[in-house]
């Protein structure tokens, strides 16, 4: 009896933990998604960024990292227990000044209660800075010898008079030097902020007055690379224009059925979407009649894509999964009607044009 009235109190307290969600309950734990806004502005006729190969960081209130690799080999879902969690995702990585080299990206914090299901959206936009240096004749005239460089903390990047490109830079203080005569000298100094490109123009009117007639023209506003350029969703609203750069993403398609004409962007992920099964076939597809796409290429779970139909023709005949195989985990941009169901998931019919990337 007397082991009884002891046991008790340690098997009520158990049966209190499991309620309160603590570690060690499967039923307590929650779901954690995160989805790609893509609302990503990049330079007109530059590469755009390959969405699958930004990385993709996932940390629990420790710091404790769940997943750290590409965002195109992540989980459609990680299981967590209830807490705080930070998603952070970056194009590239990006510690010092250099030319042609725009970090996209975005950070949040979420709390994933128990037993439930949190989805991060996340908005990747610019997330270092930029100058654009403009020599004016005079100033190579006065400085025929010199070179100027792009100067944060105690990397120098070369900016050759002839220089066309962007040079990025972290947000804060950078530096304009001009080496002439062997030594350098700081022409100005500026405090920069993420998305802000300045456009900087030295000129030097006479070789005589040297470098105290050296002034700065200073474009402060915030300019953007390009006026806009959407990967695949943000606020995009379809494109009927032949155009893909209004695309949205598959992850945006729900808000869209009905619309006709409408660019979506995603991965090829497989094919043969019969009515049965939850999971995209990826290999030894025997259907050429329609694909499957997704906001990433690993998704395999069906009620996660869009069903594309690929009508007989140049469609199908690019795109079909029995003759091009190699076809899945490519990107592509697809054009057409959007309806609410198509092999018991969101689809495409009447395709009519493509992009492939």
């Given amino acids: 009896m007397k082991k009884l009235l002891i046991l008790l109190p340690l098997i009520l307290a158990a049966a209190a933990c499991d309620d309160f969600g603590l570690p060690g309950n499967k039923d307590s734990q929650g779901e954690l998604r995160w989805v790609l806004d893509r609302d990503i502005l990049t330079k007109a006729g530059e590469e755009i960024p390959d969405t699958n190969d930004f990385i993709l960081t996932v940390r629990d209130a420790s710091g404790t990292v769940l997943y750290e690799g590409n965002y195109g080999d992540s989980p459609e879902v990680m299981k967590t227990d209830p807490g705080s969690y930070t998603v952070s995702i970056v194009s590239i990585p990006f510690t010092s000044p250099a030319f042609a080299r725009p970090q996209y990206g975005d950070e949040q914090v979420v709390v994933v209660p128990a037993g439930k299901s949190v989805t991060v959206k996340l908005r990747c936009t610019l997330q270092n800075a930029g100058i654009r240096l403009k020599t004016a004749s005079d100033f190579l005239t006065s400085f025929p010898d010199g070179v100027l460089y792009v100067s944060q903390g105690s990397v120098k990047l070369k900016y050759q008079y002839s220089e066309k490109r962007i040079a990025y830079v972290k947000p804060g203080e950078v530096n304009v030097l001009l080496y002439n005569f062997g030594q350098f000298e700081t022409l100005l100094t500026r405090s920069v902020q993420a998305k802000e490109i300045l456009s900087i123009q030295l000129s030097a009117p006479s070789k005589e007055a040297a470098r105290s007639s050296i002034s700065v023209q200073l474009d ?7 006026d806009s350029f959407v990967i695949g969703g943000g606020g995009g609203s379809g494109s009927s224009s032949g155009d893909p750069g209004g695309a ?12 006709s004409d409408v660019w979506v962007y995603g991965y090829i992920v497989g094919g043969d979407l019969t009515s049965a099964g939850n999971t995209v076939k990826t290999s030894g597809v025997s259907k050429n009649t329609h694909i499957a796409l997704a906001d990433r290429s690993s998704v ?4 996660s894509c869009l069903a594309v139909e690929l009508p007989k023709g140049k469609v199908r005949d690019a795109l079909n999964l029995v003759d091009h195989p190699d076809l899945v985990g490519c990107r592509v941009y697809v054009k057409g009607t959007l309806v609410e169901s198509y092999f018991s998931t969101n689809g495409m019919k009447g395709t009519n044009d493509f992009v492939l990337k």
């Fill in 220 to 226: 402060t506003g915030k300019v953007w690379i390009s």
């Fill in 248 to 259: 949205i993403s598959v992850g945006d398609v729900p808000s869209h059925v009905g619309q």
């Fill in 300 to 303: 395999t779970s069906k009620s």
